[in-house]
């Protein structure tokens, strides 16, 4: 199923296609004194051969309300060609005070990524939030993200976009570590272990640059279950 994204492969300018990000911190491109906690979207692009180009407009702490809010949306609707995508994954964000309300305001937010996206000719592709780390005493994941999961997914069912459902993939993902061993995909470190991090770190949320690329490897995997023809221009590596 290719979701209606038939069509011309290349950007029409230079050849290249581009493929807009727009989310929060686990996707956004880290500075380099929080190395190395990084972001999906920060090591996607190894996984691309030189026709695509990412362009990593997600930030940290960023709501799919003040991404629009910011004038973060309308930077990208500027920018985006025909035939370009437009990756978008929130709802971490959307859960704190300043943020969307699951079953409505952050339907209408989404909405108005999908609509610019479309007016532009470019292809929006939603993404569920990855999950936190977060188990059970039986090694299970507990959703700690509510309704934005599926408020996201049955977006994408309504309106026919295609959808990477990375909080179940990430859940499986996280389980196959196990709970100590998934503490590699996470900021985690004991003091003076990083250098970055003197007093060590404990975070369940942010990846480490392994983590970060582990997830990357998802959404390539989500790439190819959709059959979306960015995967013609998928490299094929081991890192």
Request: some cysteine; overall charge neutral.
């Amino acid at each position: 199923m290719k979701n209606g994204m038939e069509g011309k492969l290349m950007s029409e300018n230079d050849g290249t296609i581009h493929i807009f990000l727009a989310g929060d911190s686990t996707v956004a491109n880290c500075p380099v004194h929080e190395y190395p906690m990084s972001g999906w979207g920060q090591v996607l692009p190894q996984f691309f051969n030189n026709k695509v180009k990412i362009i990593n407009e997600a930030k940290g702490g960023a709501s799919s309300n003040t991404f629009i809010e910011e004038g973060r949306l309308n930077k990208i609707l500027e920018k985006i060609k025909v035939d370009d995508y437009l990756f978008i994954q929130f709802g971490h964000n959307d859960q704190k005070s300043y943020g969307t309300d699951a079953r409505t305001t952050y339907k209408d937010c989404l909405l108005q990524f999908i609509n610019g996206a479309k007016e532009k000719g470019a292809h929006p592709v939603l993404i569920t939030s990855v999950q936190r780390r977060s188990f059970n005493n039986e090694g299970k994941i507990i959703n700690t993200l509510g309704e934005y999961p599926e408020t996201m997914r049955s977006l994408a069912r309504e309106k026919n976009i295609p959808l990477i459902d990375l909080w179940q993939k990430s859940k499986t993902l996280y389980e196959s570590f196990g709970v100590e061993k998934s503490k590699r995909l996470f900021m985690w470190a004991k003091p003076n272990e990083l250098t970055n991090y003197p007093n060590g770190i404990e975070d369940n949320t942010h990846f480490s640059e392994f983590g970060a690329t582990e997830i990357a490897k998802l959404v390539i995997e989500g790439i190819k279950e959709l059959q979306i023809p960015l995967m013609n221009y998928i490299i094929h590596t081991e890192s």
